[in-house]
């Protein structure tokens, strides 16, 4: 499954799949962004970060890729899970922002059994 | 246990009542953040302290304060004169001013 465009507030994939969830930043300056998961009623969880000297980075089941040029960044969610089901949001770093991070709205990933 | 813990989970505010929203953090982190979350948005900062007694506005502080007396501790109190304060609020540290980490936040509704 992937969420395409600007940003889609929700994406269904099937369980097994991989996941490509994107978001569109706003300044170009911006060095560093985070990748958070926010299950229902709980508190953001860290999962992947990025700075902008670097392309892509993998974790553990997750990748992030940054592509300066259009302003976008995704995280790629592989063999998606029932435990992968939140919401997944991006945070940006812009200079001179006083180091407060600028967080999209999120996108709903639903995992169909 | 490290981790950042926030209280009550869930508080009810009357008309006209302050209420004060507890963080805590173990972490040895010097920035600590406060975070409101309303349904289908973004993360909006109320406060930020990047120091011990020393605190900054964010995007929406009116209605909303805070102190930071000790490095673990940064309380939020909504005020009466926030007129609209049902939502999720979120307590966030960081250690580099960059990563933040986030407790399990609190829902405050009104009666």
């Given amino acids: ?113 | 246990d490290g981790g950042i813990t926030q209280s009550p989970k869930y508080l009810f505010r009357k008309e006209g009542q302050n209420v004060t929203l507890s963080c805590e953090q173990n972490l040895n982190h010097d920035a600590m953040y406060w975070y409101r979350q309303d349904p289908g948005q973004g993360l909006r900062l109320i406060y930020y302290s990047q120091i011990v007694n020393d605190f900054q506005k964010g995007d929406i502080a009116e209605g909303y304060s805070v102190s930071r007396e000790k490095k673990e501790s940064f309380p939020l109190t909504v005020t009466s004169a926030q007129k609209n304060p049902t939502a999720f609020y979120l307590c966030a540290s960081s250690v580099n001013q960059e990563t933040q980490y986030f407790g399990p936040g609190t829902r405050l509704l009104v009666l």
């Fill in chain 1, 1 to 113: 499954g992937e969420s395409v465009g600007l940003h889609l507030p929700t994406l269904s994939v099937q369980e097994g799949d991989n996941s490509i969830i994107n978001c569109a930043y706003s300044n170009s300056a911006s060095d560093y962004f985070i990748w958070y998961k926010q299950e229902s009623g709980k508190g953001p969880q860290f999962i992947i970060d990025i700075r902008s000297n670097m392309d892509k980075r993998q974790g553990q089941r997750v990748t992030v890729l940054l592509n300066k040029t259009v302003k976008h960044l995704s995280l790629q969610i592989a063999a998606t899970q029932p435990g992968d089901s939140a919401v997944y949001f991006c945070a940006e770093l812009p200079p001179g922002s006083d180091y407060k991070l600028s967080f999209g709205a999120g996108t709903t990933v639903t995992v169909r059994a």
